[in-house]
């Protein structure tokens, strides 16, 4: 099994809101946090981007930004800027000068994924800056250049088909991060990069309600056990059995949300003994009860409407 595919299944991503951004001349703007993921494709000119605690990140045209979870940021024309303060809007925004060709052109947007299962998004990745000048981003410009023709367009069915080419520019993001070999930061696409930890991610993907040790991962990896141990906490950011509870847990939540599986077969299924066995690590783990848990995600999705 592909840990990545997974993964991404559990979190359902689709597109909350994409929209147009262009600016002209001397510009800045000021945004609070965000909690779901966003993003964002230079499409001319450039701008400088600073989230809360980091240093100015300058985008050029053709630069992707991909954020788990968005902190507050200022977006300027260049370093200094003066900012006004943004108002969130799913519609297009101009930045600068109202009149006139813009100098600078984007799209941003941001996505909404299961939030049972948003603890994930840590697992997967923390910020992805693909510069077309330093990579090979032929693909993702091709889906990036089919959003643009059908926001250029009106045919039937846009909104539609912008959705679906939002999801596929997501996944190919993260697939290409996955196959960068520069990247140090660790979690799961560092993982899926490490031959012999990828060897171990796909057993335990495989095979969840397996007694896993680190032993048995360790053999997968052709590795000694504590060399394995270290390599993998490195790569991924916890140790083996951590990663493997949290999939198991992320399993559990994903299947009490939907209901309709008792916890005997639950457990079964994820690797637990017993459902007591179930019961007492997942309330360990989340500070409730299966039961509490499944019937309070049942009724905070009642009535969920999804921005479009």
Known sequence: MDPLTDIIALLRPHAAF?????????????????????FCIVLEGQCWLTLEGDAPLMLERGDYLLLPATPAFTMTSEVGADCTLGN????????????GEPDFRMIGGAFQIDPGNAALLGVVFEKIHIRSAESDTSRLTRVIDLILDEYAAERPGRDMILQRFLEVMLVECLRW???????????????????????????????????????ELAQHAYMSRSAFATRFTTTIGCAPMEYLARWRMSLAQDALSRGGTSLDRLAEEIGYESASAFSTAFRRRLGCAPGAFARSRRGSSKGRVYAS
Do not use: N
């Open 18 to 38: 994409s929209k147009p951004i262009s600016g002209r001349g001397r510009w800045g703007v000021r945004y609070a946090a965000y909690e779901q993921p966003s």
């Open 88 to 99: 969130p809007s799913m519609t297009g925004v101009r930045h600068g000068e109202p009149d």
């Open 177 to 215: 991060q996955s196959l960068h070999q520069e990247s140090t930061t660790a979690g799961l696409l560092a993982g899926m990069r490490d031959t012999p930890i990828a060897d171990a991610l796909r057993a335990m993907h495989s095979d969840v309600r397996h007694g896993w040790t680190v032993a």
